[in-house]
C-alpha cells in the first residue's frame, strides 16, 4: 500500500513514505510518480539534493564546478552542501556528481550536516580507526544514529540505495 507500487515488501517502506510525503525525495519515475526505486543506486547530485531539501540549505557561495551543468535544482543543492561543509568537491574544480554514494559517505554526510562530533565506542566490527568515514561511522553510531547491515557490520563501501537513506533513528 501507499503512494509507490515498488515498495510494498520493503521494510524500509513507513521511511520511504514519510521522506516522500516531506518533500525530501521524489518518486524515480516522472510524470507518473507511482515508483520510488529503493534498489537504486544513489549518486553525489542526488545526494546533494537530498540533504538539501532535508536540512533546508537556503545559503550559496556561487561555487560551480567543471562536472556540474547548469544553474538548475542539482546543481543550486550542490553548491548549497558544499558551501555548508557538509560535502567537499572530489577534485580540484570538480563534484564527481555522477559517482556513486557509500554508506560511509553518507555517513560522512550525515555526521557534518548534524554537526556530530561526540564519539565513543565502535559498534561495527568492520570499522578500523583506519577505515575510511571511520570518525563519521563512529559519530553516528555514538549519536544513536547508525544501524548496521547485520552480524555487528556497517558496510562503509557498499554502495547507498535510496530505500535506506532513511534508515537512521529518529
Known amino acids: 500500500s501507499g503512494r509507490f507500487v515498488d515498495h510494498d515488501s520493503s521494510r524500509y517502506e513507513a521511511a520511504i513514505e514519510t521522506v516522500a510525503a516531506a518533500g525530501i525525495m521524489k518518486p524515480c519515475n516522472p510524470p507518473r510518480n507511482n515508483r520510488f526505486c529503493p534498489g537504486a ?4 547530485g542526488d545526494m546533494a539534493v537530498v540533504i538539501a531539501r532535508a536540512f533546508h540549505l537556503t ?6 564546478f567543471r562536472d556540474v551543468e547548469g544553474t538548475g535544482a542539482r546543481a543550486t543543492a550542490i553548491d548549497k552542501v558544499v558551501t555548508a561543509g ?13 559517482a556513486q554514494v557509500t554508506r560511509g559517505r553518507m555517513a ?7 554537526g556530530l562530533t561526540a564519539t565513543g565506542p565502535m559498534p561495527f566490527r568492520d570499522v578500523h580507526a583506519s577505515t575510511t ?3 563519521a561511522i563512529n559519530r553516528l ?7 548496521g547491515c547485520g552480524d555487528h557490520r556497517f558496510a ?10 532513511d534508515r537512521v533513528r529518529r
Open 108 to 114: 560522512q554526510y550525515l555526521s557534518r550536516a548534524l
Open 141 to 147: 553510531a555514538t549519536a544513536g544514529l547508525a544501524i
Open 86 to 98: 557538509i560535502a567537499t568537491p572530489c577534485e580540484t574544480h570538480r563534484f564527481c556528481p555522477d
Open 156 to 165: 562503509a563501501g557498499a554502495l547507498q540505495p535510496p530505500g535506506q537513506i
Open 133 to 135: 568515514f571511520a570518525s
Open 59 to 64: 545559503a550559496t557561495s556561487g561555487v560551480r
Open 41 to 44: 543506486e544513489v549518486d553525489r
